[in-house]
């Protein structure tokens, strides 16, 4: 495999070894955590039990749950996996979505106070971290002028920082989590269309025979066969890390060593895929790392060179920056997790040493112990961290500039197994087209949403993870307060 040298050293490869059957069933709960997080339209209900009843004022012990319990509870945890394309529906073909982006989109804004929108934005946000119990959020919308220009608005409520009592502002940045796959994904059509990358061609093609050796389905290695499409529609069979308890034991005793990508892909090899590559749709973050090191294959440059140089600079979102090759310059805002997550972080053996100092009423500050690890592993599939304006100009880009009409039906063009496109979910908010993506990482959950119809722009960050109800139910409530005002 040919490897852009980075300016971090090539750590050992996770061994997911063997651990002891008490601490694998708490760590089954740290599921939610995960950096895979698709969507806006699931919802995380840490308030519901395994059959999905009504938890009591004393949930059931990790330790009394069965095998198949806990697999359960992991399937359910992942608050945003695409529903399965229905029975007898083809693929979604976004030609006339992307038409309307270009030629029949309704501009907005001039229909609209924007002072009434952003106070009635604000009071959405209010009512949703009471009811959820999130500590702060931040938000943007994007939305255009009849002169061309965008109205953009932006505010965050609520707290940045319970312990210090910190408010919230734009200003902060938060970890978007998954939503970085978009980006991943819209650099490699880029590349597409350039003649640089086959989208059907195998990764070897580009990493090199024997990549993934050892890659075995019944019998078969598939290593030198899965496609490039397929790493970016999760059709790859990759296990997710995030639903693996060993991965989390490991990655708690190597608290301040940063993966390598090529750690990830190495683990997931060992693992093994879920299913024979190309029959079906399973979320999961290893595929876009893998498109990373694509990325740096091919162009010779640092993953997050070719990020800034390609989404960041052009959307005017400088500011942003991919993990952990940078970080951002302050590290205002805590990042919390609660209920069993909490009770799984709390039985992991490398942060034992930081629990006292962490818990902060019924959250955890994940932010306090070291963060090597969890501003590491999602890299290309999950290590944006920014502030909320830039990730609209982002979001937006990708749909109204930075791809080709061919690229762009290729990204929202969803496989016949999903709803998820080459990176994108495909789905609908009250009768209109959208194109979205969630995120989801320790300490922090977020959305992105785009409505190609009015070119329309809502991102929004949490600091807390799990919660219900879930992220969606925010960006959801927004986007319909711009409706009603487009409506009113």
């Known amino acids: 495999m040919n490897r852009v040298i980075r300016s971090r050293t090539l750590r050992q490869t996770v061994d997911r070894g063997t651990t002891s059957h008490g601490p694998r069933r708490a760590i089954a709960a740290v599921v939610l955590l995960a950096t895979a997080s698709v969507g806006c339209g699931g919802s995380a209900n840490p308030s519901q039990s395994i059959s999905g009843s009504p938890s009591s004022d004393e949930p059931k012990s990790l330790d009394d749950l069965s095998e198949e319990e806990l697999e359960a509870w992991a399937n359910a945890g992942d608050p945003d996996v695409p529903e399965p394309a229905p029975e007898n529906q083809g693929t979604t073909d976004p030609t006339s979505t992307e038409d309307s982006v270009e030629e029949t989109t309704t501009t907005v804004a001039a229909r609209v106070d924007a002072s009434a929108l952003t106070a009635d934005i604000e009071a959405a946000i209010d009512a949703f971290l009471a009811e959820s119990g999130v500590p702060g959020a931040t938000l943007a919308v994007l939305m255009s002028d009849l002169d061309g220009s965008q109205l953009h608005l932006e505010t965050a409520r609520g707290l940045s920082d319970v312990a210090a009592d910190r408010s919230a502002t734009p200003a902060d940045f938060y970890r978007w989590g998954s939503i970085t796959k978009t980006m991943t994904s819209v650099i490699v059509l880029q590349l597409v269309e350039e003649g640089l990358i086959e989208l059907d061609a195998p990764v070897a093609t580009y990493l090199g025979s024997g990549w993934a050796s050892g890659y075995v389905w019944n019998g078969v290695d598939y290593g030198d066969l899965i496609t490039i499409r397929q790493i970016l529609n999760h059709t790859d069979g990759f296990p997710e890390y995030a639903f693996d308890p060993g991965f989390y034991i490991q990655s708690s005793l190597r608290l301040e060593t940063p993966y390598e990508p090529e750690e990830i892909v190495d683990w997931a090899i060992s693992v093994g895929p879920k299913y024979e590559p190309g029959t079906a749709y399973e979320y999961n973050t290893v595929g876009h790392v893998v498109a990373g090191l694509v990325i740096e294959a091919v162009t010779g440059q640092t993953a997050d060179a070719v990020m ?181």
Do not use: C
């Open 308 to 488: 800034q140089k390609r989404i960041f600079d052009p959307a005017d979102a400088g500011d942003a920056v991919l993990t952990p090759a940078s970080f951002p310059p302050n590290d205002d805002v805590a990042g919390y997790v609660q209920g069993d997550l909490k009770l799984a972080i709390d039985l992991l053996p490398g942060y034992a040493p930081y629990k006292e100092a962490s818990v902060v009423g019924d959250f955890y500050d994940i932010t306090v112990a070291p963060e090597a690890v969890v501003r590491s592993a999602g890299w290309t599939g999950g290590g944006l961290e920014a502030q909320a304006d830039d990730v609209a100009r982002i979001f937006r880009s990708e749909f109204t500039g930075a791809l080709s009409k061919e690229m762009l039906t290729e990204f929202t063009t969803t496989s016949e197994f999903s709803n998820y496109g080459l990176g994108i979910s495909v789905g609908e908010h009250s009768g209109h087209l959208t194109y979205s993506h969630g995120g989801g990482v320790p300490g922090f959950r977020s959305d992105a949403v785009y409505l190609p119809e009015f070119d329309i722009t809502v991102v929004v960050s949490t600091n807390l993870i799990p919660y219900q109800p879930d992220v969606g139910s925010l960006s959801g409530a927004v986007l319909d307060i711009i409706l009603s005002a487009l409506n009113g």
